[in-house]
């Protein structure tokens, strides 16, 4: 778990951050599990590496539509959150790489689907998201589901895929 995040029970999160090396072909991923965030004491060593991106994946459901009376928490759908790649690194692939990862790891616990919010304004991202499979879904009418807490002027568009839970990287 990241430091300072409480979770609530039975839901799950990580945050995947990409480090590039001195060459685009040296690239890794990883997880929360493989660093400690405190003191970055991590399995490798980030001097001559560059955080390149980073993205959050969890079970928790902050974005997703309540269910039914109790507006009970929904069960079984990732969010990704948080995916931020630097400028100077855009347009190599890491973007689809945190993206694969989270589907990954949605999968391996053992989620149905992976949502996340695109700001509309965000072509290249939206076009990410669509490459990977993800589709925009319609807020029904009159429906109030939560939303981003961002800038009051940004809006968003609610992007779903549906995974198969075969083994998949």
Not at 8 to 34: M, Q, Y
Not at 75 to 91: D, H, L, M, P, Q
Not at 113 to 139: E, P, R, T, W
């Amino acid at each position: 778990m990241l430091a300072g995040f409480s979770l609530p029970s039975g839901c799950k999160r990580t945050c995947l951050v990409a480090v590039i090396g001195n060459s685009d072909n040296e690239t890794f991923l990883f997880g929360s599990e493989d660093f400690k965030i405190a003191g970055l004491d991590g399995k490798i060593s980030l001097s001559k590496r560059y955080v390149a991106g980073i993205l959050t994946v969890d079970t928790v459901a902050d974005f997703l539509p309540r269910k039914g009376p109790l507006r009970q928490r929904r069960t079984g759908i990732a969010y990704v959150s948080n995916v931020a790649v630097r400028e100077k690194f855009r347009r190599r692939g890491i973007g689809k790489r945190l993206i694969a990862k989270a589907e990954a790891q949605a999968r391996s616990w053992d989620c149905r689907a992976i949502a996340l919010h695109c700001d509309l304004n965000n072509l290249g991202a939206i076009k990410l998201y669509k490459g990977q499979g993800f589709k925009s879904i319609k807020v029904p009418e009159g429906a109030t589901w939560p939303q981003p807490k961002t800038a009051p002027d940004v809006r968003f568009n609610f992007m779903m895929k549906l995974l198969n839970n075969t083994a998949a990287s």
